[in-house]
């Protein structure tokens, strides 16, 4: 299927360093595929220039040299500032190939699309605010027919403004051409969750409270700021990680069975098991804990203080280490506690789903030895699964160890992007946020925020290069 992408933000981060190199990766599995790039952004660049540039960053994403090549020269450029909508109209029609006027009353139109153009995806890698302004200019634009929006994390900043950007896209283009990206749903393993899930007997019929006593979902990180403190001093650890990512594995790990995999019953389930999400115990204070690195060592490495780093500041509160423990209330999880997690400068540094299974009934008398967890642990990086169950030992045949059955899964093919756009480019949402799911997720993080603004929960303090503290209660060791 071909595809115009506009990337608007095309001098930005994450077009050059995750977006780009992405999309090499895809080129790379699929060099046929029928691909057009325009880029835009405020800094004046010629159409050679960024070729020049796409040429470099596709092939460095594994993208083979002819086929960057085809598309470096196919590629065109325009400077605009995009919040102004006549500025719009002439990207659009750069992209478009055709002139794109002034919308008229409140229906969307849609100027022809010439025969064998696809689609158009127009991707904000804007800054978020940015994003906004530039949703409310298009309202000016009479959008390209079969015009597909792509929007960034963080989408709004509360469950309130969510609906306010959701409701301002919905007068743009239906909901099926509008791609919340979150690159989690296209991480390999996250991916497998659907496999082992839903096409496994023995993971089936033990996949609820009856037999599972908890859940984690963590992703502790060794990076520390890694001079990012204008984007992050403002998010945070729930914001930047728990928000979006975790939670959005915390559906594929919690839904119900779809009876078919189609992004409507995906996202459909998705949406429900969000909805029946709610705050361990009912309380920000009790279901959730915050904390902030002190200067330490990581691995080799010096980390200051996360107060002393440059661009932070201190006053502003904002937490490096997140945790949040969650209950899906509906008949198969409720009682369960969920634990989300995720930090940053951490010496140990666990990314996975842990599934812990309840005690069985009855130990048979004559068995001893403590009776370890049995657990299913899937590594979110590496990609990795591990069973550790409770076998015997060698020496004596009735005392309890833990066994492991580990194993590395296949190299994903594609980064995690890649994967991601791979559907954004096709047209199919089905990798990507629906609306509402967006808004849930705010929704269950509200109240926490409110909670750590008004200093109902201490923020802790942890050594940069230290493991998640004990009393946190991590669960593997
Ligand atoms: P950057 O600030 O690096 O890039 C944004 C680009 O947009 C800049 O080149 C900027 O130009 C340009 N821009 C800003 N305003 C306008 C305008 N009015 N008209 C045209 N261009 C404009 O941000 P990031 O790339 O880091 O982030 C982009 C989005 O991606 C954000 O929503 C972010 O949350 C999200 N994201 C980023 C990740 C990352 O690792 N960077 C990871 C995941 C999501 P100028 O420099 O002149 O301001």
């Known amino acids: 299927m071909s595809c115009t992408l506009v990337i608007l ?25 029928e691909l057009r790039i325009v880029g835009s952004d405020r ?13 470099r960053t596709l092939t460095a994403g594994g ?45 969307r139109a849609h100027p022809a699309t010439p025969d064998g153009a696809g689609h158009l995806v127009l991707y904000f890698a804007l800054p978020p605010a940015v994003t906004e302004k530039v949703c409310e200019a298009l309202q000016e634009v009479e959008l390209p027919e079969r015009t597909h929006l792509a929007m960034e994390k963080p989408f709004g900043r509360n469950e309130a403004s969510a609906r306010n950007l959701n409701e301002l896209v919905a007068t743009l283009v239906p909901e099926q051409q509008v791609h919340r990206v979150d690159h989690f749903l296209g991480k390999s393993t996250v991916l497998d969750l659907i496999a082992l899930r839903f096409a496994n007997r023995l993971f089936q019929a033990v996949w609820s409270a009856e037999h599972i006593e908890s859940i ?18 403002h998010a945070g650890a729930l914001r930047d990680m728990i928000q979006s990512h975790l939670l959005q594995v915390l559906a594929l790990v919690t839904m119900e069975p779809p009876a078919r995999i189609t ?62 423990t969650v209950e899906v209330a509906n008949p198969r999880w409720a009682g369960v506690p969920i634990t989300l997690r995720s930090g940053k400068a951490l010496g140990v540094t666990r990314k996975h789903v842990v599934i812990t299974f309840a005690d069985v009934r009855h130990l048979p008398d004559g068995l001893h030895g403590p009776d370890p967890k049995d657990r299913l642990v899937i590594g979110l990086s590496p ?9 015997n030992t060698t020496s004596d045949p009735l005392a309890l160890e833990q066994s492991v059955f580990a194993t590395t899964l296949r190299e994903a093919e594609l980064e995690a992007y890649g994967e991601v756009l791979a559907g954004i480019l096709d047209g199919d949402p089905m990798l990507t946020v629906r609306g509402d799911a967006a808004e849930e997720c705010w929704r269950i993080c509200d109240d926490v925020l409110a909670a750590w603004a008004g200093g109902e929960v201490p ?12 009393s946190w209660g991590a669960a593997l060791e």
């Open 63 to 107: 993208a083979p040299a002819p086929v960057a090549r085809r598309i470096a020269d196919g590629a065109a450029y325009v400077r605009a500032d995009v919040t102004d909508p006549e500025a719009l109209r002439t990207v659009l029609g750069q992209a478009a190939g055709c002139a794109v006027g002034a919308r008229t009353g409140g229906r």
């Open 383 to 391: 990609d990795v699964m591990e069973l550790r169950i409770t076998t």
């Open 216 to 233: 984690e979902i963590a992703y502790d990180e060794s990076l520390a700021l890694e001079g990012r403190a204008g984007y992050y001093d």
């Open 43 to 55: 800094v004046e660049m010629s159409d050679a220039a960024f070729g020049e540039v796409l040429e």
């Open 459 to 470: 923020m802790e303090e942890y050594s940069a290069g230290t493991a998640v503290p004990s």
């Open 9 to 33: 933000g095309a001098s930005g981060d994450l077009t050059g360093r995750l977006l780009l190199p992405g999309i090499g990766s895809l080129l790379e599995r699929e060099p046929d595929r």
């Open 263 to 324: 992004d409507r019953d995906l996202r459909d389930a998705t949406a429900a098991v969000l909805r029946a999400t709610r705050l361990w115990g009912g309380s920000p204070a009790a279901a959730s804990r915050r904390a902030r690195y002190t200067a330490g060592t990581v691995g080799e490495r010096q980390v200051p203080a996360y107060v002393d780093e440059e661009g932070v500041v201190p006053g502003r509160e904002t937490e490096t280490l997140a945790q949040l």
